[in-house]
Nanobody
Framework: QVPLVESGGGLVQAGGSLRLSCAASGYTFDIYAIGWYRQVPGKQRELVATISSPDSTFYADSVKGRFTISRDNAKNTAYLQMNSLKPEDTAIYYC???????????WGQGTQVTISS
């Protein structure tokens, strides 16, 4: 198992947008689902969105209509487009295969997203 690598985080004002990327390697990317998760210090990591193969998607209620998950199998990369960002979206964002996430393994470093009000 090779941890996935997240990137694209940053500091933006409320109402702004960010696009996160998740680069995978070491396994057959296109046959497995990918999920985006986020964690605020002192709280449990929560599921934000998932995309399966083929491309059916799931979103947490808190991000539905604002975030879009997608994947480019040719690049072994998944994305999370985040629009209309709110201060409560501030967290460290991680990507992982849902099966690994359920077992608590293979977490990467994450990417920090900070939304100022």
């Amino acid at each position: 198992q090779v941890p996935l690598v997240e990137s694209g985080g940053g500091l933006v004002q409320a109402g702004g947008s960010l696009r996160l990327s998740c680069a995978a390697s070491g396994y057959t990317f296109d046959i497995y689902a990918i999920g985006w998760y986020r964690q605020v210090p002192g709280k449990q990591r929560e599921l934000v969105a998932t995309i399966s193969s083929p491309d059916s998607t799931f979103y947490a209620d808190s991000v539905k209509g604002r975030f879009t998950i997608s994947r480019d199998n040719a690049k072994n990369t998944a994305y999370l487009q985040m629009n209309s960002l709110k201060p409560e979206d501030t967290a460290i964002y991680y990507c992982n295969r849902p099966a690994w996430a359920a077992r608590g393994v293979n977490w990467g470093q994450g990417t920090q997203v900070t939304i100022s009000s």
